[in-house]
């Protein structure tokens, strides 16, 4: 932390030669120092490339632009910069203008499942809100990368209340995730405003706010800010560590404030290759977590996005992880393994495999430590024989809690009401001889 502190003191100076430590730890100090080019970098880390290099970098960032907080420029060790994960995932680097054919824009299709501009509703009851398109720092592995930075701004008021009238006359939906961009690039009041035409709204169950700050400006959560989220409560929110370096004096210091405020804090990684691919690297991560009361909660799959290349693993280095996780730590502490279905089919959980063999009496099964074992299945079960009438049923959901019931996918042919008895692919070859046969 000294050291912390002193790299701090230093790099202070070399930005503002009259700012102080004060200045250092003053968000809007940091955000109007970002470094975005890379001479400001060189200057500051005192790490130089070569003209060849700086040549391909410009226009690396000609495409994808560079901007980096003074805070975690400063958790860069300079020494062996090419393989350290902070300098990983904020510099660029030449191989994101690698572009490959399955590669897209916007490869979960949330423009497609965009009602209104700045609202993506793909699932039943819950929609992205997308209330900024700024951040502090543009991760390299950013999924929105093509429109991070291309277009700076917060969207005009206006847009905001068509996001916050389609939620209004949407009844289905109770939680709204606020994301980005980085929603806390708002300044308070703005957000204050936002949270609070939301809670007006009686169908919003809960609000949920993805943000990065905690890891690349933890300044940012101020005691002022706290105090103002804590008026809306259930408010929950996710932050995006990737690799236990990350977790520092100064973020730690964030995630307690958030957390006495009583906001449960969650965390989706993203798996990099070079930054993050490692069971032990991603077990220490999650412990680390959980010791700062935040819940891993996603570890996502990096996905298909231009310029990410260099990134990806394979999938099973995921399930690797998982194996690694499960039953070897505390079961909060491991995240679900998903991939973000390109086209837009929404996050795809993606497991080991426990079960192992089945049959009428027996299933088998296997542990983490490949322990293999039975478990006897009941030999008289009674099944509730749901018809979808819950006011006849035995079990006493009151009917007042519970909800309509539209079954959707497998959920469908698993219910013994609803008579659909296989989900068929559209489009395909033969279902269109068929619909030629019907006419
Ligand atoms: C991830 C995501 C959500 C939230 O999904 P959860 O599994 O509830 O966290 C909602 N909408 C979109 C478009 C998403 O990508
Ligand atoms: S466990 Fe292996 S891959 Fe992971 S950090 Fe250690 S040496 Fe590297």
Request: glycine letters at 6%.
């Amino acid at each position: 932390m000294e050291n912390y502190r002193s790299r701090h003191d230093e790099l202070t100076k070399k930005i503002d030669s009259d700012a102080t430590i004060s200045n250092w730890r003053d968000w809007q100090w940091q955000l109007r120092n970002s470094i975005k080019k890379i001479s400001t970098f060189e200057t500051l880390t005192g790490i130089h490339f070569s003209d060849e290099e700086r040549k391909s970098l410009e226009e690396t960032v000609g495409k994808f632009p560079l901007s980096i907080t003074p805070y975690y420029l400063s958790l860069i060790q300079v020494d062996d910069y090419q393989n350290d994960p902070i300098f990983l995932q904020s510099f660029a680097d030449p191989r994101e203008l690698i572009v490959q054919d399955w590669e897209k824009e916007d490869p979960l299709s949330e423009d497609e499942d965009s009602p209104v501009p700045g609202i993506t509703h793909r699932y039943p009851d819950r929609v992205l809100f997308h209330i900024s398109n700024v951040c502090s720092m543009y991760c390299r592995h950013c999924t929105r990368k093509r429109k991070v930075g291309d277009v700076d701004y917060i969207p005009a008021k206006d847009q905001v209340i068509q996001g916050l009238d389609y939620i209004k006359n949407t009844p289905q939906v109770r939680d709204v995730l606020l994301s980005g961009g980085d929603p806390l690039m708002l300044s308070d009041q703005y957000l204050d405003w936002i949270l609070g035409e939301l809670r007006k709204i009686p169908h919003v169950e809960v609000v949920r706010i993805g943000s990065r700050m905690p890891v690349v400006l933890p300044y940012r959560i101020t005691d002022e800010l706290v105090e103002m989220l804590k008026k809306h409560h259930p408010v929950w929110l996710n932050t995006h560590f990737n690799h236990p370096r990350e977790i520092t004096h100064s973020s730690r210091k964030a995630l307690t404030k958030l957390a006495d405020a009583g906001i449960p804090l969650g965390n989706q990684s993203v798996l990099l290759a070079g930054v993050n691919d490692c069971p032990r690297l991603m077990k220490t991560l999650v412990q680390k977590l959980v010791r700062n009361r935040v819940r891993p909660y996603y570890l996502y799959q990096c996905d298909l996005s231009e310029g990410l290349t260099h990134f990806r693993t394979p999938v099973g280095k995921g399930i690797e992880i998982l194996e690694s996780l499960i039953g070897h730590t505390s079961g909060f502490a491991v995240p679900t393994y998903v991939i973000d279905a390109p086209g837009g089919g929404g996050k795809i959980p993606v497991m080991p495999n426990y079960l192992l063999s089945w049959s009428p009496h027996k299933v088998i099964l296997r542990n983490y430590e490949g322990v293999i074992t039975t478990y006897q299945e009941p030999e008289h079960y009674q099944d509730p024989g749901c018809d979808g009438d819950c006011e006849r049923c035995t079990l006493q959901l009151k009917f007042d809690d519970a909800e309509e019931f539209n079954a959707v996918g497998l959920e469908k042919l698993l219910s013994n009401w609803d008579e659909t008895t296989s989900l068929t692919p559209e489009n395909t070859e033969r279902m269109e001889r068929r619909d030629g046969g019907d006419q």
